[in-house]
T-cell receptor
Framework: RKEVEQDPGPFNVPEGATVAFNCTYSNSASQSFFWYRQDCRKEPKLLMSVYSSGNEDGRFTAQLNRASQYISLLIRDSKLSDSATYLCVRNNAGNMLTFGGGTRLMVKP | DTGVSQDPRHKITKRGQNVTFRCDPISEHNRLYWYRQTLGQGPEFLTYFQNEAQLEKSRLLSDRFSAERPKGSFSTLEIQRTEQGDSAMYLC????????????FGPGTRLTVL
């Protein structure tokens, strides 16, 4: 089993839709997580950190469920510019990051 | 541009050749990380430095790979006797230290081994 698992998608949604991704992780001792966004052939960029019970940033909400060992990302009112791959990331000791395989989102007009 | 920079951005080489990549982190970031990303996968950790000290190396980093950060600023990643399986995007990231967990990634070096 991979340490961080994601549904690769793609998720095809119309503009304005709400979409949610889940990510599961295997190390119950993990303390913190991130969601990174990666555009095609570009570097990953931090979207948001996920600490304790989760957090919200504009149209984006991240939730952490430690009991079930999963993290979710909710995107409301999807924009065309949200089309990208979303990477679920576990923060390990020494800040070495373990990435999931990514979930691809395509927002259509 | 004050972000992480990497050079070259693209490298095509023949199997068996040696290649070296450079990463310049954000100024005063004392932690520097190398990752490798293959098509359709997330980045995988290779190694990291705190200042000039290499503190951790992944099992992915075979004997053919070596990384240095001699003065605690820029870093180099060398691959000797390249193989086709080394074809990937090599990403560098830096972080300012204990104040934040956020890593800032460079644009990557895309390696193609023919």
């Amino acid at each position: 089993r991979k340490e961080v698992e994601q549904d690769p998608g793609p998720f095809n949604v119309p503009e304005g839709a709400t979409v949610a991704f889940n990510c599961t992780y295997s190390n119950s001792a993990s303390q913190s997580f991130f969601w990174y966004r990666q555009d095609c052939r570009k570097e990953p960029k931090l979207l948001m950190s996920v600490y304790s019970s989760g957090n919200e940033d504009g149209r984006f909400t991240a939730q952490l469920n430690r009991a079930s060992q999963y993290i979710s990302l909710l995107i409301r009112d999807s924009k065309l510019s949200d089309s990208a791959t979303y990477l679920c990331v576990r923060n390990n000791a020494g800040n070495m990051l373990t990435f999931g395989g990514g979930t691809r989102l395509m927002v259509k007009p | 541009d004050t972000g992480v920079s990497q050079d070259p951005r693209h490298k095509i080489t023949k199997r068996g050749q040696n290649v070296t990549f450079r990463c310049d982190p954000i100024s005063e970031h004392n932690r520097l990380y190398w990752y490798r990303q293959t098509l359709g996968q997330g980045p995988e950790f290779l190694t990291y430095f705190q200042n000039e000290a290499q503190l951790e190396k992944s099992r992915l980093l075979s004997d053919r790979f070596s990384a240095e950060r001699p003065k605690g600023s820029f870093s180099t990643l060398e691959i000797q006797r390249t193989e086709q399986g080394d074809s990937a995007m090599y990403l560098c990231a830096s972080r300012p230290g204990s104040l934040t967990d956020t890593q800032y990634f460079g644009p990557g070096t895309r390696l193609t081994v023919l």
